[in-house]
């Protein structure tokens, strides 16, 4: 059965990319728009990892990733990215609970890899 990976993501043209690149690699992607849906789709799909960007309409990546931790007790990887790589953020969702990082632009290669080890 393939994984599930909820892509939390506002930048359309991004999105579009990791959905091919992911879906290429036999992973089931649920995109969302804002931080709103991506807690929807979390509560719903269940997903074996998430991907969220910092930066987002609604909820942010941060308050994603603390929602995932805290209210639902969810150990599911969580993987941030944010083009604002801006220290404090980055410590900042690792205090939350996040599980790795990575600057924006992204490297689609880097991306699938780190995904397969968190998966591991």
Same mark, same amino acid.
């Given at each position: 059965?393939?994984?599930k990976i ?8 991004l ?6 690149k ?12 804002d ?6 789709l979390?509560e719903?799909?269940?997903? =074996?990892?998430?991907?969220? !960007?910092? %930066?987002?309409p609604?909820?942010?990546g941060? &308050? #994603?990733?603390?929602?995932?931790r805290?209210?639902?007790?969810r ?12 220290e404090k953020?980055?410590l900042?969702?690792? =205090?939350?609970?996040?599980? !790795?990082? %990575?600057s924006?632009?992204?490297s689609?290669? &880097? #991306?699938?890899?780190r995904i397969?080890?968190l998966?591991?």
């Open positions: 059965m393939s994984k909820v892509l939390a993501e506002d930048n359309s043209a999105s579009l990319l990791l959905k091919f992911l879906e290429k690699e036999s992973y089931r992607l649920f995109v969302a728009e931080g709103k849906l991506a807690k929807e979390i719903r799909e269940n997903p =074996d990892i998430i991907l969220t !960007d910092i %930066m987002m609604f909820v942010s941060l &308050e #994603l990733t603390s929602y995932v805290n209210k639902l007790n150990n599911t990887p969580i993987l941030i990215f944010s083009a604002a790589g801006q953020n980055v900042q969702a690792f =205090d939350l609970g996040a599980n !790795d990082f %990575m924006k632009p992204i689609i290669n &880097e #991306l699938l890899i397969k080890r998966l591991a």
